[in-house]
């Protein structure tokens, strides 16, 4: 049978890595520069099944309990932030920590501690189960009410009339705005973020999906299942009418969902590195592809600094390991 042929494939931009996980990629890969494996890790260090293998042939292991780390191991919390309480046995336990949390979740964290003492309730828009729900519930014993869609919204019942609102940073900016308009309708009062809590590349992958769906018969991305910024893409592509699947390596490539669409649009999650997407390239090179094109779009130049003790004085141990 001869395999469906693919024309054209439009690269989406930007696409891939934001500023939050290279930076946490980058503090598990110096942590074990510096101290030596293994590393403990508490939860996926971000939600990408090749960065994570990539990490444990390094050393690095990954727990959910911190009874699984033993006495004086360094530990890496997540990019999705943890909750007070884990933070606290943490302390307690002794461990050598290193923050992995993606400095605007923090943000996030900071602003919920800062408003609770002002004495505010909050309702977060996010996924129940989410770590960084989890993460961002957990700054608080009470008081913070979480809303999946906008008819959860019904349901909250606060227990006083200062109340504000915080979002997941990784949603849908569309379902995001909608599950608002439904908060601020049945609360008029709500403090809202002075700048919004979905972070600016989960808004730049969006946007360019947006820019990039009407223009193909398929979209592709290249996203692991338990990612929900690269499920937020497939489900947008969806919504623009265009068929969209998401692969977590070029194996995962079906010929076809190729059938009868030969320009293929091609994006990847902010957790999945460009080294999958280039293989997802040749993978599709394989079905005649006669153009690469890349779409114009915005240029990230954000970057994030390390925790103390892994930059500076050791950037030069580092550099030389992986030269």
């Known amino acids: 049978m001869t395999p469906p042929r693919v024309e054209e494939v439009l690269l989406a931009e930007p696409r891939g890595f934001c500023a939050g996980v290279d930076r946490a990629i980058e503090i598990v890969e110096r942590a074990l520069v510096r101290f030596g494996a293994p590393v403990y890790v508490r939860h996926e260090i971000v939600h990408n099944t090749y960065v994570v293998d990539d ?20 530990l890496v919390f997540s990019a999705h932030g ?28 900071v602003e919920v501690a800062k408003l609770a003492r002002e004495g505010y309730e909050f309702i977060m828009i996010g996924h129940k189960g989410h770590p960084e729900v989890e993460g961002t519930m957990g700054q608080l014993d009470a008081g913070i009410y979480l809303v999946e869609c906008a008819e959860d919204v019904a349901r909250v019942q606060p227990r006083g009339d200062r109340l504000a609102v915080v979002t997941q940073t990784t949603l849908s900016v569309d379902d995001a705005a909608s599950i608002l308009a439904a908060v601020k309708a049945r609360f008029p009062h709500v403090r ?12 730049n ?27 937020r893409l497939r489900e947008l592509a969806e ?7 998401m692969v977590d390596a070029a194996d995962d490539l079906q010929p076809a ?23 997802v390239i040749e993978r599709l090179r394989q079905h005649g592809v006669l153009s690469l094109r890349r779409l114009d779009g915005v240029q990230e130049t954000i970057q994030f600094p390390l925790p103390k003790g892994l930059g500076d004085k050791s950037m030069r141990e580092f550099a030389s390991s992986r030269s």
């Not at 336990?93 to 964290?109: E, I, N, S, Y």
């Not at 809202?192 to 808004?203: L, M, V």
């Not at 091609?266 to 999958?276: D, H, K, M, Q, R």
Request: glycine share 6%; charged share 20%; net charge neutral.
């Open 257 to 279: 969902w190729l059938e009868g669409r030969p320009r293929v649009g091609l994006t990847a999650g902010a957790s999945a590195p460009e080294v999958l997407v280039q293989a």
């Open 82 to 109: 943890v909750s007070r309480a884990v933070r606290d046995e943490a302390t307690r336990r002794g461990f050598q920590v290193f923050d992995a949390t993606c400095p605007l979740v923090t943000k996030v964290h």
């Open 205 to 231: 992958r969006q946007d360019a999906v947006k820019v990039m769906a009407p223009q193909v018969d398929l979209v592709i991305v290249v996203g692991s299942p338990t990612s929900s910024n690269s499920n």
């Open 239 to 245: 919504r623009l009418g265009t068929p969209a699947y």
């Open 192 to 203: 809202e973020p002075k700048q919004q809590d979905i972070c600016y590349a989960t808004q």
């Open 55 to 74: 990490l444990k042939a390094k050393g690095a292991i990954f727990i959910e309990d911190l009874a699984e780390v033993p006495p004086g191991a360094t």
